[in-house]
């Protein structure tokens, strides 16, 4: 596709549910990272992959987040027992290799959680 | 520990004025250095970024940054500002350096962000 793109754009869930959140990254694209933005911070790095390999997630807050990158494209972000805290806007980023320092953003996921 | 530190939550500039964005890192590794913009309810896009070549480095829209070692610091600058300049400002920080790839790797380390306004 032309960029990065997130489904869906906007999530309003109750607490205790579970959410997926989609990251289609741009064509090609080997490294695919997850990042949390909370209000007025900036985004904080979650998790990332190269092809479907996930390198480092040291990022992810505990045991209810999780990722996967199965076919080396799409990757999806899963909280489970969704949490107030977990509200934040949740960005995608790629970039065409390990070594290219630009990454390119999608649009994000408003996540809120009642 | 890389940190990386912006300076004023908020700028306030006149159109035409010039722009100036701090920005400060802490780094035990070579350090690659970026500039995002957000304008509202879109991605963040890359201004422009600094990979160990020239000091001065020049981005999109006239903006532009100076790596300086000896003051860590990699701050933001445009002659002058122009009313579609005002976003959100972001200094980033590669978090971690690959010999194995020959540069940057891995996650970005943020600040939190300078938001900018420019008054007509």
């Known amino acids: 596709g032309a960029g990065v793109s997130q489904s869906p754009r906007y999530k309003v869930t109750k607490r205790g549910q579970d959410v997926a959140l989609r990251c289609d990254p741009i064509?090609?694209?080997?490294?695919l990272y997850w990042y949390r933005q909370a209000l007025g911070q900036g985004p904080e790095f979650l998790t990332y992959f190269n092809y479907e390999a996930q390198q480092d997630k040291s990022g992810l807050p505990n045991d209810r987040f999780s990722a996967e990158r199965p076919e080396g494209s799409i990757s999806t972000l899963t909280i489970q027992r969704t949490e107030q805290r977990d509200s934040a806007m949740y960005r995608c980023?790629?970039?065409?290799?390990?070594?290219?320092?630009?990454?390119?953003f999608g649009p994000g996921t408003r996540l809120t959680v009642l | 520990a890389q940190s990386v530190t912006q300076l004023g939550s908020h700028v306030s500039v006149s159109e035409g004025a010039l722009v100036l964005l701090r920005c400060n890192y802490s780094?035990?590794?070579?350090?690659?250095l970026f500039w995002y913009v957000q304008y509202p309810n879109q991605g963040l896009q890359l201004l422009l970024k600094y990979t160990s070549a020239a000091t001065l480095v020049k981005g999109i829209n006239g903006f532009e940054a100076e790596f300086k070692k000896s003051e860590t610091s990699f701050h933001l600058t445009k002659p002058s500002a122009h009313m579609s300049d005002a976003a959100e400002y972001f200094c980033a920080h590669a978090r971690g350096f690959s010999r194995d790839y020959g540069g940057s790797q891995g996650n970005l380390i943020f600040g939190k962000g300078t938001k900018l306004s420019v008054k007509p």
């Open positions: 064509s090609g694209h080997v490294s």
């Open positions: 980023a790629s970039s065409v290799s390990p070594s290219t320092d630009t990454q390119y």
């Open positions: 780094s035990s590794v070579p350090p690659y």
